[in-house]
T-cell receptor, first 113, second 114 residues
Framework: DQQVKQNSPSLSVQEGRISILNCDYT??????FLWYKKYPAEGPTFLIS?????DKNEDGRFTVFLNKSAKHLSLHIVPSQPGDSAVYFC????????????FGSGTQLTVLP | DAGVTQSPTHLIKTRGQQVTLRCSPI?????VSWYQQVLGQGPQFIFQ???????GRGNFPDRFSARQFPNYSSELNVNALLLGDSALYLC?????????????FGSGTRLTVV
């Protein structure tokens, strides 16, 4: 059972426009949600996080929105740049002792110049 | 400032063999986690160690084991390798057990089982 789902394997966006990446989850016990970016041959890089008690967090061009009632979060990138092209993973942190992350399957974002 | 370092970078093993992967966390970080990323999927949690004790284990068979040393580096061992163990193995470190700012990942070890 996939507790964190990213239903769009890929997304293409024109440079300068908004990129919206979506993520759904099923476990209400997650206490933090995080977005990671991954380039080929590199490990995932932390981008931005949001507490389960918040509905929005902003950091520069990146904004994450959380809709708890819908168990849905989204990452907005404005404006999109070609260097943003990468695989984006949504992750949710468990509230248990290990605080492990449960990842979605990722969305390949391609920003076209 | 060195990040999370993993060795080796790539590895090819035969079915049935055993493998040891190594991870050095960021200096000062006391928590190390291991994740397996199979092609086309997101990373999946294997183990977390904090202050040299196992604090969590994912849904992996007993063929997988790990340990953390006094200097906080860690090893992941996999016995009786199966073709399905072929994956990118990622190590992540954090200062404490469960940071709100995300874990710092290494570049991983690409294991191929033939």
């Amino acid at each position: 059972d996939q507790q964190v789902k990213q239903n769009s394997p890929s997304l293409s966006v024109q440079e300068g426009r908004i990129s919206i990446l979506n993520c759904d989850y099923t476990n209400s016990m997650f206490d933090y949600f995080l977005w990671y970016k991954k380039y080929p041959a590199e490990g995932p890089t932390f981008l931005i996080s949001i507490s389960s008690i918040k509905d929005k967090n902003e950091d520069g061009r990146f904004t994450v929105f959380l809709n708890k009632s819908a168990k849905h979060l989204s990452l907005h990138i404005v404006p999109s740049q070609p260097g943003d092209s990468a695989v984006y993973f949504c992750a949710a942190r468990g509230s248990g002792s290990a605080r492990q992350l449960t990842f979605g399957s990722g969305t390949q974002l391609t920003v076209l110049p | 400032d060195a990040g999370v370092t993993q060795s080796p970078t790539h590895l090819i093993k035969t079915r049935g063999q055993q493998v040891t992967l190594r991870c050095s966390p960021i200096s000062g970080h006391k928590s190390v986690s291991w994740y397996q990323q199979v092609l086309g999927q997101g990373p999946q949690f294997i183990f977390q160690y904090y202050e040299k004790e196992e604090r969590g284990r994912g849904n992996f068979p007993d063929r997988f084991s790990a340990r953390q040393f006094p200097n906080y580096s860690s090893e992941l061992n996999v016995n009786a390798l199966l073709l399905g163990d072929s994956a990118l193995y990622l190590c992540a470190s954090s200062l404490f057990q469960g940071t709100n700012y995300g874990y710092t990942f290494g570049s991983g070890t690409r294991l191929t089982v033939v």
